[in-house]
């Protein structure tokens, strides 16, 4: 499975930007899909999941109410829009496919994808 993350870019505070995930190769629609970031010089964090059939979402508690988690089994793809975008939201940007079809923040990628930077200016 190969995973492509796509649609950052340098916004302004308050601004919106969707980002997509493309899964090719040996793609199945049974595993949780999530999202992760890393700013410059710190950890890989979780941002959010969701299960295999949409049915369950979770989120890390900095981008509650901002960021929407979607995907679309037919196309293969994954979705994080991202609204009221702040400076600390900046970050490169990753999808992960989960072993399991539900995870939350104990999300474990089994593949990753190239990341896709997002830059946040005040």
């Known amino acids: 499975v190969q995973l492509q993350a796509f649609g950052g870019g340098l916004v302004q505070a308050g601004d919106s930007l969707r980002l997509s995930c493309a899964a090719s190769?040996?793609?199945?629609?049974?595993?949780?899909m999530g999202w992760f970031r890393q700013a410059p010089g710190k950890e890989r964090e979780f941002v959010a999941s969701?299960?295999?059939?949409?049915?369950?979402?979770y989120y890390d508690d900095s981008v509650k109410g901002r960021f929407t988690i979607s995907r679309d089994n037919a196309r293969s793809m994954v979705y994080l829009q991202m609204n009221s975008l702040k400076p600390e939201d900046t970050a490169v940007y990753y999808c992960a496919q989960e072993r399991r079809s539900v995870a939350g923040s104990n999300f474990q990628g089994r593949y990753w994808g190239k990341g896709t930077q997002v830059t946040v200016s005040s």
């Open positions: 190769g040996r793609t199945t629609s049974n595993n949780a």
């Open positions: 969701i299960s295999w059939n949409s049915g369950f979402t």
